[in-house]
Nanobody, 119 residues
């Protein structure tokens, strides 16, 4: 069974930094894309950042310049470093991993980790 385990959420003051990490277990294949999404109360889940197995990154406009995303040396790990945090960054952050096979795409999600930014 594939599981995504997230860590690193918590409470931080505005202007501070936080690092989120995610590890995929239960699968041997290398995930093609890994990333982070977030959801605030009353809002839809939205992209934060993604990174491909080749290192290509994509960021939401709202976090560009404030976030970095990286794949770990261990297979199927991803980290998100967020700086200059704002109260509007408060959300549940979800790790996502996508495995693209010839005939099918598998989409996996973590359970989410709360990030709260106080003003």
């Amino acid at each position: 069974q594939v599981q995504l385990v997230e860590s690193g959420g918590g409470l931080v003051q505005a202007g501070g930094s936080l690092r989120l990490s995610c590890t995929v277990s239960g699968i041997i294949a290398n995930m093609n894309v890994m990333g982070w999404y977030r959801q605030s109360p009353g809002k839809q889940r939205e992209l934060v950042a993604t990174i491909t197995s080749g290192g290509r990154t994509n960021f939401a406009d709202s976090v560009k310049g404030r976030c970095t995303i990286s794949r770990g040396s261990a297979k199927n790990t991803v980290s998100l470093e967020m700086n200059s945090l704002k109260p509007e960054d408060t959300a549940v952050y979800y790790c996502n991993a996508v495995l693209q096979l010839t005939t099918r795409t598998y989409d996996y999600w973590g359970q989410g980790t709360q990030v709260t930014v106080s003003s």
